[in-house]
């Protein structure tokens, strides 16, 4: 129902007719629908935390965060409604990762969420270790990322990058690049990077299609 029709349209009433039971249903194994968009929710994050597993790490940090923003970004664009409720944005004010716990979590965030965060987190402690950028808090760091990252996959799914032939190569990468550059990485080190991912990435994605095909 999620992929078909977005958030906004999961409520009581149709997942219960969806799934041939009675409207209690919803309240008595989630305890109400923003109960329920939660367990989808972090559903999403644990699901992306898989793919950020997936990749194979390299000794090159700023190749390895290239790859995370390269997976994060057909995730979103194979699941963009999922995507859509996972940071609640069509659904704001009914969906909060924190809702239904039953204790404060860390920055108002699910384990889920923590979860799939952190591979990112751990990129960036990378990264600075390293010695790539300047010397700088990971976290702060990560959230910079995120935060390009995020803005980068919002537009690409409304659409507004539809003029740019490829817009992985075209604006994600060049993004990453400056993002990092503007950390102090050397911008000929991070472009190289920028590129090797994107060469490991192509491989990976037409070894992927062409198994797809041959099943």
Same mark, same amino acid.
């Given at each position: 129902?999620?992929?078909?029709?977005?958030?906004?349209?999961? +409520?009581?009433?149709?997942?219960?007719?969806?799934?041939?039971?009675?409207?209690?249903?919803?309240?008595?194994?989630?305890?109400?629908?923003?109960?329920?968009?939660?367990?989808?929710?972090?559903?999403?994050?644990?699901?992306?935390?898989?793919?950020?597993?997936?990749?194979?790490?390299?000794?090159?940090?700023?190749?390895?965060?290239?790859?995370?923003?390269?997976?994060?970004?057909?995730?979103?664009?194979?699941?963009?409604?999922?995507?859509?409720?996972?940071?609640?944005?069509?659904?704001?004010?009914?969906?909060?990762?924190?809702?239904?716990?039953?204790?404060?979590?860390?920055?108002?965030?699910?384990?889920?969420?923590?979860?799939?965060?952190?591979?990112?987190?751990?990129?960036?402690?990378?990264?600075?270790?390293?010695?790539?950028?300047?010397?700088?808090?990971?976290?702060?760091?990560?959230?910079?990322?995120?935060?390009?990252?995020?803005?980068?996959?919002?537009?690409?799914?409304?659409?507004?990058?539809?003029?740019?032939?490829?817009?992985?190569?075209?604006?994600?990468?060049?993004?990453?690049?400056?993002?990092?550059?503007?950390?102090?990485?050397?911008?000929?080190?991070?472009?190289?990077?920028?590129?090797?991912?994107?060469?490991?990435?192509?491989?990976?994605?037409?070894? +992927?299609?062409?198994?797809?095909? +041959?099943?």
């Amino acid at each position: 129902m999620l992929a078909k029709s977005g958030p906004s349209e999961v +409520k009581a009433r149709s997942v219960s007719s969806e799934a041939q039971m009675s409207t209690m249903g919803v309240y008595t194994y989630f305890g109400g629908v923003p109960e329920l968009l939660q367990a989808v929710a972090d559903e999403g994050f644990n699901r992306q935390a898989i793919v950020f597993g997936g990749l194979p790490p390299t000794d090159d940090p700023m190749a390895d965060l290239c790859a995370m923003a390269l997976a994060c970004h057909e995730f979103a664009r194979h699941n963009p409604h999922l995507y859509d409720l996972m940071f609640g944005l069509s659904i704001h004010g009914r969906y909060s990762p924190s809702r239904g716990a039953t204790e404060p979590l860390l920055s108002g965030q699910s384990a889920s969420f923590r979860t799939a965060y952190g591979f990112l987190l751990r990129g960036c402690a990378r990264l600075v270790d390293a010695r790539c950028v300047r010397k700088g808090e990971p976290d702060l760091i990560a959230l910079q990322f995120w935060s390009a990252l995020h803005g980068f996959i919002m537009l690409d799914l409304a659409g507004h990058f539809a003029h740019v032939a490829v817009p992985s190569s075209g604006v994600l990468l060049p993004m990453c690049v400056n993002v990092v550059v503007g950390m102090g990485a050397k911008r000929d080190k991070a472009e190289s990077s920028a590129a090797g991912a994107q060469a490991l990435w192509a491989g990976a994605q037409n070894n +992927k299609n062409g198994k797809s095909r +041959k099943k």
